[in-house]
């Protein structure tokens, strides 16, 4: 039978570097590749004109705003998936005794 008095953990917690870092790279890399093969098939004027016809965009802005969008999208899919990784000995603790 487990043992669930004394609180164990599966390993230490990472550090906050190493933790942005492994959500932030991996969509930052993934944002790349999706900006590339958007792009590749959208003009961002084009883009532009279907949408938002009286804004000033330039074809420069469209791709970094593009590029920051799937950014955003595929951090928040990194930041999800790592929530729900953590390992579960950090949230089963005993309750407290009566």
């Known amino acids: 039978m487990t043992d669930f008095t004394q609180p164990r953990f599966d390993h230490p917690p990472r550090p906050m570097a190493q933790r942005v870092g ?3 790279w ?3 890399f993934a944002a790349g590749v999706c900006t590339m093969v958007f792009f ?3 003009d961002p004027i084009a883009l532009r004109d279907m949408t938002f ?3 000033p965009l330039t074809r420069e802005l469209g791709y970094s705003i593009g590029f920051f969008m799937f950014w955003a999208a595929t951090a928040a899919s990194s930041l999800f998936t790592w929530i729900l990784l953590r390992p579960a ?3 089963n603790r005993a309750l407290p005794p009566d």
């Open 22 to 24: 492994a959500i932030a």
């Open 53 to 55: 016809p009286d804004l």
């Open 26 to 28: 991996p969509s930052f």
């Open 89 to 91: 000995s950090r949230f």
């Open 40 to 42: 590749a098939f959208i």
